[in-house]
C-alpha cells in the first residue's frame, strides 16, 4: 500500500463510467470493479446509506478500503425552514457556496424543486435570483446531493423507519426551476438528471423530471436527445418587445426561434407535453388579448400552459395580477384545448416560491454591487 495520503474522492455524482474508474484508479483490481461498482451503486443510491460500514454485504476489507479512499459527502444543511402550507426549504452549502432547495408536498404528489447554479447569469426582470451575478455552476454531486438531503430530511428512503412497505414516496417529481438557468450547466445537470431518472439510482421516471428553461434555443435540441427530461419553457410573453424586458435571453433567441426549438423536441407528443410557464404581471402582460395571442402562437405544440402569479421579492419591480384576471386568462386558454392549471404559491412566507430563491452568500454580493452602484453615482 502507498504511503501517500491523498484526499478521499467523493463518489456521490458520478456516473457509473466514472465511479468503476475511480475504484481501479483506488487500487481495485480492474476485474472486480464492475461489480463494487453495482454495490457501491445499490448503497448509495437505492438505499440510501451514509457510511461504508452500513455496506453489510460488502467484504470487510474492502469497506476499510472505501473509507480509506472515498467519501459520500452530501451538501451541508446552514437552515430548513418550514412554511405553514408545509412547504420546506434548504439553505444547503457545498465549496464554499450557498444554495437552495424546496420541498412542496401536495395530497397526490410532491415535488422537489432543485438548483442547477448558484446565481444565474440571465437577469429575468421578475426574478430575484436573476438579481445576482452568476457564482458558479452547482456540480452534479451537488444537483443530485440535492435529493438525497431532501429524502434523507424527510425520511424518503425506501428503508427509513415509519414507512410502510408499500407507501409510495412523498418525493415523486423532481422540478429543476431553483436557482439558475440548467441549460447554462448542461454536462453537470445531464450527468446529475442521469443518476436522479437511473431505476438502478434515485429512480424517478423521466417523466417526472423536469427541467425549466429560460429558453437557452441552441441546448434545447441537445437537451431532448441527451438529457430526455419533461421540458418547461418560462414563456412569460407572447410579443417579443414585451419578452425582450421580461426574460432578456429572448433579445439573443426570438420567440419564434423558441417555439420552433419546442415544436422538434425530440419526443413530444400528446402524451408528453411541454408546460408553458406564464408567469402574472399586473398591467405588463396579462390582458386577454395576450391569451388569445398565446394559443395562436404555440398552435401544434402538444403543450400545456402552467399560470404562475407573480410572487413578489423585497425591491420587485412588479405587481402579481388580481385573482379574477388569471381565471380570465385561464379560461381562453382552456377552451382552445390546452391545460390551463394556475401554480398555487407555496411557501411565500419563507421566500420559498418561484422566483424568489437568493441564498445569502449572493445578498452579500448583491449588496457589495449596491455599494459600487452607490459609489459610482457619487462620483458622477
Ligand atoms: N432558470 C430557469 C429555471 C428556474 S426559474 C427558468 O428561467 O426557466 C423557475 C420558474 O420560476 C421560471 O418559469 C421563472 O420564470 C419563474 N419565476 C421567476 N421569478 C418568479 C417570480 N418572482 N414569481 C413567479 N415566478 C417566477
Ligand atoms: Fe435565471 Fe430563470 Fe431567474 Fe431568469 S427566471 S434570472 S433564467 S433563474
Redesign the pocket.
Known sequence: MSAMTTAPIPLIGLIPAELKSALIASGVPEKAAPMRMRQLWNWIYVHGTRDFAGMTNLAKDFRAHAEEHFSLALPEIVTEQVSTDGTRKWLLKSGGQEFETVFIPETERGTLCIS?QVG?T?N?R?????TQKLVRNLTAAEIVGQVMVARDRIGDWPGDTGKNAGESRRITNVV???????LYNFDNVKAAVSIIADGDALAFSKRRVTL???GVVPMIQRAGAEIASSL???L?AVRDGIRDVL?PINKKYPIAELLEACRTYPGVTNARRITF?Y?MLKGVNYSLAEARELVQIIKGIPAKINL??????PG?PYECSEWEQIEKFAEIVNRAGYASPVRTPRGRDIMA????LKSESLKARASDRYAEMASAQVGK
Not at 126 to 130: E, I, L, M
Not at 176 to 182: C, I
Not at 308 to 313: D, E, L, Q, T, V
Not at 353 to 356: F, V
Open positions: 442547477s444565474c440571465l429575468c421578475f426574478c430575484h435570483t436573476g429543476l426551476m431553483g436557482m439558475g438557468e440548467p425549466s428553461t429560460s418547461a419553457i418560462s412569460h426574460v410557464e408567469v404562475i402569479p407573480f410572487n413578489a421579492w420587485s416560491a418561484c422566483g424568489q
